[in-house]
């Protein structure tokens, strides 16, 4: 059975940093690109970020919200999906989503996903 499973979510104040953890397991995912999405109350899932591996390097896509301050990375080893998260805002108040396709793009609508994570919530006070 494919799971993945968000850990790391929690409260931080304005300006604060959080690391979000995804771990895989039931299959590889060495080839698929993982990432984040996030909902926030009443609003749709949005795409966050995320890295698709081949032999020569990462390829990163970062929502424009969040370049500058987020950085996915990658522990193939442990087949686990990081996001440090730093400067938070209010506005990045939302629970986050781990996902996994094939391919993931800014533009990837959430019906186009393979594979999700049950969520963790992450609050950002002010």
């Known amino acids: 059975q494919v799971q993945l499973v968000e850990s790391g979510g929690g409260l931080v104040q304005t300006g604060g940093s959080l690391r979000l953890s995804c771990a895989a397991s039931?299959?590889?995912?060495?080839?698929?690109?993982m990432g984040w999405f996030r909902q926030a109350p009443g609003k749709e899932r949005d795409f966050v970020a995320s890295?698709?591996?081949?032999?020569?390097?990462?390829?990163?896509y970062y929502a424009d919200s969040v370049k500058g301050r987020f950085t996915i990375s990658r522990d193939f080893a442990k087949d686990t999906v990081y996001l440090q998260m730093n400067s938070l805002k209010p506005e990045d108040t939302a629970v986050y989503f781990c996902?996994?396709?094939?391919?993931?793009?800014?533009?990837?609508?959430?019906?186009?996903?393979?594979?999700w994570g049950q969520g963790t919530q992450v609050t950002v006070s002010s």
């Open positions: 996902a996994a396709d094939s391919r993931l793009l800014p533009t990837t609508t959430p019906g186009q996903v393979d594979y």
């Open positions: 039931g299959r590889t995912f060495s080839a698929y690109a």
């Open positions: 890295i698709k591996d081949s032999w020569r390097s990462a390829t990163l």
